[in-house]
């Protein structure tokens, strides 16, 4: 299986180091939308798909004003998915299949760019979006991102066990190779993406963390400011800290056999999408 690395909405808030830990406090930080393009034997298979087209046309429409202005997310149409793929050389209707980790605007809302595609993700997650339990829930994601009416197609979190963790679940019509892992706590149904490329595993871990630091088994760390946000949004707080630990403990058992990701972290980004074009 051949993995493209694709970043599908770049946004540079304020907080310098605070947030990307890099030198500097008093400039912007960068962060990405880290989403995985999969070249399958029964077509392309997107996982997660950034921001969306009407993102690069009118961000606050589509994205709201409190995230525009938090976020500060760039309106580059190049950066979509769909012009990516384009730019890859495929016929973006060949994407028959999307697998998402959640239902976030910064996830989701580039499924509107392929509205022929099923969208798999878990029963949880998608009950948090139909029916959301407080106004906070109600309020985080973007319904008019799924006016279109996406093709769902949703799981139970129950499965195979997996290095460790406990439920996982094959995906209707997809190959083997590509698996859903719950990882509740930045949202109830939230879920890791799991692919076997053939010479390894890669674990997308969504927003179940945020900075490379915090799976370093030796040492854990997070800037300040990102370890506010992650608070901030996080919907089960015990189990968000617990992913933590397991994903540590996965990178330290068999970080020879799973590289683990997650969606915003810059570094990972350009540390894995420089290792698929070698």
């Known amino acids: 299986m051949r993995v493209h690395h694709l970043n599908c909405g770049t946004m540079r808030p304020l907080g310098g180091k605070l947030v990307d830990g890099r030198p500097g406090l008093f400039r912007r930080a960068t962060m990405v939308c ?10 392309l298979v997107l996982v997660e798909t950034g921001m969306g087209t009407p993102a690069a046309v009118d961000r606050v429409a589509w994205l709201g004003a409190g995230f525009v202005r938090q976020s500060n997310p760039l309106a580059d149409p190049e950066q979509t998915a769909i012009a990516q793929i384009r730019a890859l050389g495929f016929d973006p209707a060949d994407v028959r299949d999307i697998v998402l980790t959640h239902l976030d605007l910064d996830h989701a809302g580039g499924l509107i760019d392929f509205p022929w595609a099923r969208v798999h993700v878990y029963a949880e997650e998608l009950r948090a ?18 006016a279109h009416g996406p093709q769902w197609t949703s799981y139970a979190d129950t499965g195979e066990p997996w290095f460790g963790f406990e439920a996982v679940r094959q995906l209707d019509g997809l190959p083997p190779e590509i698996l859903l892992v719950p990882l509740a706590g930045h949202t109830r149904g939230h879920a890791g993406i799991a692919v076997d490329t053939g010479s390894g595993w890669l674990l997308n871990a969504g927003d179940s963390y945020f900075f490379h630091g915090q799976v370093d088994p030796a040492a854990p760390h997070v800037p300040a400011g990102l370890k506010w946000f992650e608070g901030r949004m996080e919907t089960v707080k015990g189990a968000r800290l617990d992913n933590h630990r397991r994903l540590r403990q996965l990178v ?7 590289t683990v990701f997650a969606a915003h972290d810059e570094t990972e980004f350009r540390r894995l999408s420089t290792r698929s074009r070698v």
């Open 252 to 258: 330290q058992e068999h970080g020879d056999e799973v």
């Open 34 to 43: 880290h989403c995985l393009l999969l070249e399958t034997d029964t077509g």
């Open 129 to 146: 979006f139909t029916e959301p339990r407080d106004a906070a829930e109600r309020g985080r994601y973007r319904r008019i991102q799924f």
